[in-house]
């Protein structure tokens, strides 16, 4: 455990994340990377935006490239290794988003909703990030 938490409230997305989170690309280089296939979704939480980039200033993040398919780009990737609960994922930030700079996105192998009973309006602390530039 490293030190850092992000508290933030769960919030509806747009539907995309499981329109990516399904295209075998990205699922391939994101299980590669973190070390789990994504559940087709993510978990959309409402942070503060000054509280979040001071919580990842000093973690590395991994990156994974845009790629051209069916004659469209689609962007860029950083993840952030993490844990809600006793569940690891990942904190995605994609270079191309629709949400506002207070929303983050968490992917898992499993349904977050679902598997630690989320609605929206719930607090949630996303904690454990890993990849920390000093070591610790």
């Known amino acids: 455990m490293v030190g850092i938490e992000i508290r933030g409230v769960v919030a509806s997305g747009f539907g995309q994340g499981k329109e990516f989170l399904s295209m075998p690309h990205y699922i391939e280089k994101i299980n590669a990377a973190v070390g789990f296939m994504p559940f087709p979704g993510t978990l959309n939480l409402k942070v503060t935006g000054g509280e979040l980039r001071r919580a990842i200033s000093d973690v590395r993040a991994i990156e994974i490239g845009s790629f051209e398919a069916e004659g469209k780009e689609f962007g860029a990737l950083k993840l952030y290794k993490c844990v809600i609960g006793d569940v690891d994922c990942a904190m ?42 000093n070591g610790t």
Request: charged residues 30%.
């Open 92 to 133: 995605i930030v994609p270079q191309k988003s629709r949400h506002a700079a207070d929303i983050i996105e968490i992917i898992a192998a499993v349904n977050l909703r679902e598997k630690q009973t989320l609605i929206d309006g719930k607090e949630v602390i996303v904690s454990d990030f890993r990849g920390r530039i």
